[in-house]
C-alpha cells in the first residue's frame, strides 16, 4: 500500500510506534508428499478423455496450431454470442503443500479496442476463479501462464476453462500443454508447511451508526476452510485498529465470541487468539462471530475523523495468515503498512443516518431504514479487506472509458474544480493501470479526498483516501493491482507493492525514470530494497527513499536490461499469474529471468533485491 508520499506532500515520516512482535507459535510438520502431476491428456494427443469438452473444441484443426505435438484446445472463435468449457476432475496428492497450475494460451482476436474486454477467459478449480483472460490478452503466439493453486493442495477439484464471447468481433482461447503440479510437504517442511491458510473467508457484517457516523456496533462473522494439511487449532483476528488506542483501552472492542475460545488480547492489542473446538484438518471449514464496537478516534488519519468526516480504515477484524513462517502477527506500523490477507469477500451492511454519506469497498446499494436513516449494504468479492468512510461529504461521479464507476467523496473545503479534477484523473488513472495489469474488477471506485491528511494518501480495495494531488491519486489507483489484486506480505516485503506501484504511476503519468538509478547513494551495507518494515521503522527516514525511490528506478532499469516488450509482458503476465494471489520476491525474480536470456544475477546484487 502506499502510506506516506512525502516527494509528493511533504507530509513528515512518522517514527514507528515500537510495537513489540508476539513470538510465532510451532507449526507442525506437514504429511509425506508424493511430487505429482495430475492433469491428464494435458497436451490433448490422447483424444477427449478425460475432458469435458464441446464437440470440435479439442483439434489439430489447421485453423490454429499446437504449442507442441498436433493437437490443442479450441474455446470460442465464432463471432457470436457463445459460451465454451474445457474441465477435467484433478486429485491433488495428500501431503502436498504446494501446486502450480500452468498451461500455454495463445489469445487470438479481431476485436481491435486496446482497454476494453469484451471476450473473457476464466480459469477456475472448483467454484473459485484463479484467473482471467480476454481479447485484451491477444498476442501472436502462445504464452506460459503459472497459478498458484496451493490452497487446493490435497484436495478434488474441477479444473475448468470456460471462454466466453460476446455477439461482436470473434476471440479465440486456444490451449496446450496444461499441468498442475503437485510438490512440498515432506517431513520436515523447510521451514514450515507453505500453505497460506485460513483460506477463502467470507466476512459477514452488520453495523448500525450513531448520529455522527463516529461509533458503530453491531455483529461480524467469518467462515473459513483449512487449505493446509497441518491441522488448524486455532486462528487469529487482527484488530489493526487498536494501535491508535492506549491498550487495554482501545477503540475496536470485541466481545460475545462464538465458535471459538479467545483469549487476551496480544501485539499491543491487535492480535486475538481464538482456539477452536476441535482442529479442523485440510478442507474442513470453521465459522467464528462476535459482537463489534467501533469508535473512530480524532484527526485526519486512515481511521479517525477530520470534523465531520470519519475514515474507517482496517477497522474491521481479519483473519491473520498462517505460512511456512508460521503466524504472522507483526506489530502495526505507522510508517507504511503491516498488512498480509488472502483474498476475501465481504458482505456489509450499514445503518446510518440519511444525511451521511457512506463510501465503501464494493459495489453498494442504499436503501431507506428507519425514519431519517439509510442502509448501506456493500459487496466486495476477492479483496483483502474492507474499508468506509461516514460523513456529509460532497459527491460526483462520473464513468472510465473502458466502464468503471468512479465517485470522488470530497470534504467540505475542497472546491469543485478540484473534484472534478480528481475525478478525470481517476477515471484515466484506473483504465491506464487497466490497460497494462489486466481489467479492474472490483465494480466501482471510491476516492475520499481531504488535503488534511497528513499521510498523503491510503489506499484499500476500491477505496482511496488522498489529498487533491494527481500524482498521488494515480499512485493509490494503481494499489487496485499491487496489493489489491496481487496481495504481498506488506511487513516483510513492502517494495511488492510500493515499488511496482511507484513504477505503474510513472508509466501512466509517461515518465521514462531515464537517469534516476544515478542518483542512488546507500546509507550503509545493512540498506536494502527488499528490506522489512522491521528494518524502515528503525530507519524511518529512508523508508520513502529506497523502496520507493530506489524501488521504481530498478524496475526502470529492469526494463532497459530486458527491453521494454519483454517488461511490459513479464508484469502483465505476472499479474495474471499472481491475480488474487500472493507475490513473493522470489517469485518475480524468477519470472523476470525467465523473461529475458540475460543472466540477471548481477542486476539483483547490483541493485540490492535480495529473496
Not at 477456475?124 to 481479447?135: D, E, H, K, P
Not at 487449532?233 to 479467545?262: F, I, Q
Request: proline share 5%; net charge negative.
Amino acid at each position: 500500500m502506499r502510506r506516506i508520499l512525502p516527494a509528493l506532500t511533504g507530509a513528515a515520516l512518522f517514527a514507528a510506534t515500537g510495537l513489540a512482535a508476539l513470538a510465532t507459535p510451532a507449526v507442525a510438520s506437514a504429511a509425506d508428499c508424493t511430487p505429482a502431476q495430475v492433469v491428464a491428456n494435458g497436451g490433448f494427443e490422447s483424444g477427449g478423455s478425460p475432458w469435458t469438452a464441446p464437440s470440435g473444441a479439442i483439434t489439430a484443426d489447421s485453423g490454429q496450431s499446437a504449442h507442441s505435438g498436433s493437437s490443442y484446445a479450441w474455446l470460442d472463435g465464432y463471432g457470436s454470442s457463445h459460451t465454451d468449457t474445457l474441465s477435467q476432475s484433478v486429485t491433488l496428492p495428500a501431503g502436498c503443500g504446494a501446486a502450480t497450475l500452468g498451461f500455454w494460451l495463445h489469445v487470438d482476436t479481431a476485436e481491435t479496442t486496446g482497454s476494453t474486454a469484451y471476450d473473457k477467459l476464466s480459469v477456475r478449480l472448483g467454484s473459485t476463479t484463479v484467473a482471467g483472460y480476454s481479447n485484451l490478452d491477444a498476442q501472436a503466439g502462445y504464452v506460459h501462464k503459472t497459478v498458484d493453486v496451493s490452497a487446493f493442495a490435497g484436495q478434488t477439484v474441477t479444473l475448468a476453462f470456460t471462454g466466453v464471447e460476446d455477439a461482436g468481433l470473434q476471440t479465440s482461447f486456444v490451449l496446450d500443454d496444461v499441468t498442475l503440479d503437485a510438490s512440498g510437504g515432506g517431513t520436515p517442511p523447510q521451514p514450515g508447511d507453505p500453505t497460506r491458510t485460513p483460506a477463502a473467508p467470507a466476512y459477514t457484517v452488520s453495523l448500525t451508526s450513531d448520529a455522527s457516523g463516529g461509533s458503530w456496533t453491531g455483529h461480524e462473522s467469518v467462515t473459513f476452510a483449512n487449505a493446509s494439511p497441518t491441522p488448524l487449532n486455532e486462528v487469529y483476528l487482527r484488530l489493526w485498529d487498536n494501535a491508535h488506542g492506549s491498550c487495554p483501552g482501545t477503540p475496536v472492542t470485541v466481545t460475545n465470541v462464538t465458535g471459538g475460545t479467545a483469549s487476551p488480547l496480544t501485539v499491543n492489542c491487535t492480535a486475538l487468539k481464538i482456539t477452536l473446538p476441535a482442529p479442523l484438518a485440510q478442507g474442513q471449514s470453521g465459522t467464528v462471530g462476535f459482537d463489534l464496537g467501533i469508535t473512530v478516534p480524532s484527526g485526519a488519519d486512515r481511521f479517525g475523523h477530520d470534523g465531520a468526516y470519519n475514515f474507517l480504515g482496517n477497522a474491521l477484524p481479519v483473519l491473520a495468515i498462517r505460512d511456512a513462517a508460521g503466524w504472522h502477527l507483526d506489530p502495526y506500523t505507522n510508517n507504511g503498512e503491516s498488512f498480509y490477507a488472502v483474498a476475501s469477500d465481504f458482505a456489509v451492511t450499514l445503518d446510518h443516518p440519511t444525511g451521511l454519506l457512506v463510501p465503501a469497498t464494493g459495489t453498494s446499494v442504499d436503501t431507506p431504514g428507519a425514519a431519517g436513516r439509510t442502509v448501506t449494504k456493500a459487496t466486495a468479492s476477492k479483496v483483502r479487506e474492507f474499508a468506509w468512510g461516514a460523513g456529509p461529504f460532497t459527491r460526483i461521479s462520473g464513468t472510465s472509458a473502458a466502464g468503471v464507476k468512479v465517485n470522488v467523496y470530497s470534504v467540505a473545503g475542497i472546491s469543485a474544480a478540484d473534484s472534478a479534477s480528481m475525478l478525470s484523473t481517476a477515471t484515466s488513472a484506473v483504465d491506464a493501470h487497466a490497460q497494462r495489469f489486466g481489467a479492474y474488477p472490483y465494480g466501482e471506485l471510491d476516492a475520499v479526498i481531504d488535503n488534511n491528511f497528513w499521510f498523503g494518501g491510503m489506499e484499500y480495495p476500491g477505496f482511496v483516501l488522498d489529498l487533491v494531488s494527481n500524482t498521488a491519486l494515480t499512485h493509490e489507483i494503481g494499489h487496485q493491482w499491487w496489493y489489491g489484486i496481487v496481495g504481498d506480505d506488506e511487513y516483510n516485503g513492502p517494495w511488492l507493492d510500493e515499488a511496482f506501484t511507484d513504477y505503474a504511476t510513472d508509466l501512466a503519468l509517461g515518465k521514462t525514470g531515464n537517469g534516476c538509478w544515478n542518483s542512488v547513494s546507500w546509507a550503509s551495507p545493512a540498506e536494502k530494497i527488499t528490506n522489512s518494515m522491521a528494518y524502515w521503522d528503525a530507519n524511518s527516514s529512508r523508508y520513502s527513499t529506497v523502496v520507493y525511490g530506489y524501488g521504481k528506478c530498478a524496475l526502470h532499469d529492469l526494463r532497459r536490461t530486458i527491453g521494454d516488450t519483454a517488461m511490459t509482458t513479464l508484469l502483465r503476465t505476472y499479474a495474471q499469474a499472481h491475480w488474487y494471489g500472493i507475490s513473493t520476491t522470489a517469485e518475480f525474480k524468477a519470472a523476470a529471468q525467465a523473461a529475458t536470456t540475460v543472466d540477471l544475477t548481477s542486476f539483483w546484487s547490483r541493485h540490492r533485491i535480495e529473496g
